[in-house]
């Protein structure tokens, strides 16, 4: 593991749509990834669940990718999530990521079909062939239909020389060590799920792929600063003060929590797309006294 | 349950794919809708898990539902998939199908955010109110994430009106009967899973929802007669016939397994599309000796 | 909705095992159970899975059944989980449950096979004969491998008249408004996830099923006087406190952290049964100093 | 894989009960287990899920292990299913199977609480160091909880000397192959999937686990025997009547469906233990007249 193109605090965007038309929202896109860059996220990561990836139709995908990453304009790494259940969609998009100057991609096995051991393997090999960029493999099962374990995990790695890094979110947090382990360090792991965001660097991760920059993103700095720099007792001091938060915008959904913080914020978000339907009111108030609580921390700097 | 506007054999073409490009062949999906209707199939069904819907892109998605239901031209019903993760998504394609002249819809429970109980009430409503057509929810936890029982179906479609049927592929036989009896009758039950077919209609299913009249079309056809015909020492026979191949075909994934017979009969469908890989040479083997059977056979006139 | 027999803070003990042989120590266990009535415990549920009742022979589930209950003495309402894949297991241990007094039982839908809707209503009803005591339907799809939905819970309890609680640990908050207007408040929702304590109770959950009363008793009773007295500020506080701890327990496993924490806090437990192990040194580490930092903490008096 | 304990058809018996008691009827079981020798079984498996040894009390699951493996008396081999949450529990039964003369235990990855990595293999290391015997591990994530892919396997497989053998379950006929091939032939494959029986020793399986000779056991003897002297079209022929059998089997339920079938026998079983219910009437008539037609059918003569 020599020096992995990614690392720290790597910030997932919302992709906002227009209030009234429903379309995406670039402008307010572009300021949300300004402010997450001008806050000092390590990275940007576009395009993930929080992203509503999912939701998104082709052109509108393009558009985020190609304005997120300008908005970056490479003063950050960016990590771009091309997942798709298709091959050929997936590679279409790791494309559009490269010609964007994405520095890395992020790729979920996400099944329709469940896949051979052998389709697993030619999937990942065109998409990691499909560009130079290094790769993220992203272990989800409950967004997938598929849960990798250690030993599977490793023995693509094996096999694909640009698939380097592993994001875990089974929420087994046992699972970061194990995989640098049987990797023999071969892979960085990077943790996808918010309140075992301590642990996972404790546990050996090297980065934290979160939406909490969204809306409090020095908190999300200062801690990752003090489980770096060794300061256990103020990681600590951190982390109490925001699980709250982060256990919140998880249970209640990132994009219908992180959106309506930013409408708290008085930032411009948009409701998320339907299926999915807006915080309720109780809820939003609950969140609007969490942000308060942490902006008027005297722990951490909010206005940093 | 006054009268369903679906029963019997709901035929699913594969969508076929060019085997230099890679593209929908519309020419190919046309002869092969046209076959399935000569062939005296009860009802079309574009666009399912066998069409390889997840695949496709939008455009794709579009000419595939307007080629089969022109090609259909209303000689019988027909049934599409419009599932999508978007409600927007899932409205858009319904919208499609309702102005290429559809009979119905069918909507799968597509879950990448966990939906709550009210947004899964909400997408059925949207989705239900786009268009006039009866709706057919499809219930297969394998591939939707979730897994709707009896009780859950019964209480949506007792809040939207044109939720009328219900596809069920749970692997739970005794649901057919279940679904029936709470609904008193109100919901249509459909049958999603190949290998139990003649459980399904004796258990009250009205119609089957298959890929195999694909390459065998007489077999399902005179299965459904029997069954519904109350001979059923006619209709075990044709099933203890049938079933090895239904198996295989399921075993093996539609997609794969029907345009590896495809090619055997000498009809173009391609491949299917990465991550999906053609079936082996081995299984294309056992494949070509049990459609040799079937055509052989002395139960159902494979020319009728 | 009456009267629920149970609300408040739900304590679940461990089961204490011997270091040297391995053997259930019941002295341990009295004097654990005896803390938590003394800590001021609304209710104490032995063998749920915290307790490791799945690694239990029966005569150890008898002998732990009857050491609570007897050391709680009625002086606050019990809740035994007698969740067994057989019905006369489950019934068999119901009655244990009586015979020593307990005030209801908690059952899980546990399924080896998968269970029928006629199997399910009858397993619950059968149970549900065969004391007098009041039972709580205990939904963890995680755990019983079948997900039971709000209108299948609902529907369930409509049949079975002493079905009158339901304890959610789904994950998805929103269920626990939803049980309650699909039942019109015929049924109580308990909470069995602790990171979403706070949650629960403001969507209307009546009681908190936790283990973390075995470790720092005080802080999850101060969070429910908090939540349940209107003090939305001091809740808040104390939640932010408390959270680390919660995520702690829950994501290395019930059993693993909190029979480490006992150990840290010179109190007999054990380890945990294999294939369990205990909780890792380095992890120990940090556990050791979240016990340090909450018992030390000025929010809440450690010592009531 | 020079030449492993167990090949060809290994018999499933289920565990009849008195109907009237309710308890374990060693003398039918007695007589169902001679009956299973007798008819040519390649080797009698007590206690698998079929066994409904979920259901059983300890002192039962003794008595049953003891009178099979006395009545087999080593005319062949067995292999006893030993699986249970705790790893004690699982050595227990192991012993008592060695104890007994078993020539062989399999053990699945059943799982209470998730296990680590680390868990998981100590779990398999314990209970293979017990005894002496050869170990075959039993992936059904339908039934365990745990899907363990092909590398997770052979992983564990790698590292524990007595682990020889795998049972696949998960529904993925390629993964019988890939096993294989993962592992260098080092580890013998089983099926555990009876609709899949003739795939899978034509990918290489070289044991069926089925419960079918309980009823029909010469349909699978010559499935095998067809299967493997390369007389493909008889095997073909076989599968053919008799697959029908074989879903109603699996999809009803093993026990619910076998015991049915012994009844209509003129054979004592009596019925599943509850939450199981028995066959319905309607269900039942449909097994005795697939059970006449595969008695009465010229292919396979079935008083041999």
Redesign the interface.
């Known amino acids: 593991m020599a020096n992995p193109p990614l690392k720290g605090v790597i910030s997932y965007p919302i992709t906002p749509f227009d209030t009234v038309t429903?379309e995406v929202d670039l402008a307010a896109l572009s300021r949300l990834t300004e402010d997450l860059v001008a806050a000092g996220s390590h990275a940007v990561a576009p395009l993930g669940?929080t992203g509503e990836s999912?939701?998104l139709?082709?052109d509108e995908w393009d558009a985020v990718c190609e304005t997120t990453l300008q908005t970056v304009a490479k003063r950050v790494p960016t990590l771009v999530g091309v997942s798709h259940?298709?091959?050929?969609?997936t590679v279409r998009r790791a494309r559009v990521a490269a010609r964007n100057g994405a520095t890395a991609i992020m790729v979920l096995p996400q099944v329709?079909?469940?896949?051979?051991?052998?389709?697993?393997e030619?999937?990942y090999a065109?998409v990691a062939a499909a560009t130079d960029l290094p790769l993220m493999l992203y272990n989800n099962p409950?967004?997938s239909?598929?849960?990798?374990?250690?030993?599977?995990v490793?023995?693509l790695a094996r096999k694909i020389p640009n698939l380097t890094m592993v994001k875990e979110s089974s929420?087994?947090?046992?699972?970061f060590r194990?995989i640098r382990e049987l990797s023999d360090g071969a892979l960085s792991v990077y943790n996808g799920n918010n309140?075992?965001a301590?642990?996972a660097f404790?546990s050996g991760a090297v980065g934290w792929c979160t939406a909490s920059p969204c809306l409090v993103p020095r908190w999300a700095l200062e801690l990752y600063a003090a489980a770096t720099g060794g300061d256990?007792?103020r990681a600590?001091a951190i982390?109490?003060?925001l699980?709250?938060f982060l256990?919140?915008i998880v249970?209640?959904?990132l994009?219908r929590a992180i959106k309506a913080g930013l409408q708290i914020q008085d930032r411009e978000a948009g409701y998320p797309?339907?299926?999915?339907?807006p915080l309720p009111d109780?809820e939003t108030e609950?969140l609007q006294?969490?942000l308060d609580?942490l902006s008027a921390h005297p722990l951490v700097d909010s206005t940093a």
């Open positions: 429903g669940s999912a939701y139709r082709e259940w298709s091959t050929e969609g329709y079909w469940q896949l051979t051991e052998a389709e697993l030619r999937h065109a409950g967004t239909g598929v849960d990798l374990r250690p030993e599977t490793v023995a929420g087994d947090v046992a699972r194990a309140p075992v301590l642990e404790r256990d007792e600590d982390l109490a003060e699980l709250p256990q919140f249970g209640y959904g994009p797309r339907t299926p999915l339907l109780k609950r006294e969490m609580h």
